[in-house]
């Protein structure tokens, strides 16, 4: 399965949510999207292929964004979209 598909299907789930979804670029190591739901709620998203780990410097910047208290999630197949999805929605609960 390629990054593509799974990237496909996030789309299409926040969108579901009424949700926003954008793609972060030009910062070493930063997560692929990052993900606003209704309500506050947010989650940074590293997108892989199946099985595909993340490297040294996507591990250290998903540390200091977790530091400051948000949530960074890898995602490697199809189902974890909503896994995720649901887990920021979670977080964020008030």
């Not at 969108?15 to 930063?30: D, H, I, N, P, V």
């Not at 709620?41 to 540390?63: H, I, M, N, T």
């Amino acid at each position: 399965m390629k990054e593509s598909a799974i990237e496909s299907r996030l789309a299409a789930a926040v969108k579901e949510r009424q949700g926003l979804y954008f793609k972060l670029t030009g910062y070493k190591g930063m997560p692929d999207r990052l993900v606003l739901l209704p309500g506050n709620k947010c989650g940074f998203v590293e997108l892989k292929r199946p099985g595909e780990e993340p490297r040294k410097d996507q591990l250290a910047r998903a540390s200091q964004i977790r530091q400051r208290g948000f949530k960074v999630f890898w995602i490697d197949s199809l189902e974890l979209v909503q896994t995720v999805l649901d887990d920021i929605e979670e977080k964020w609960k008030i």
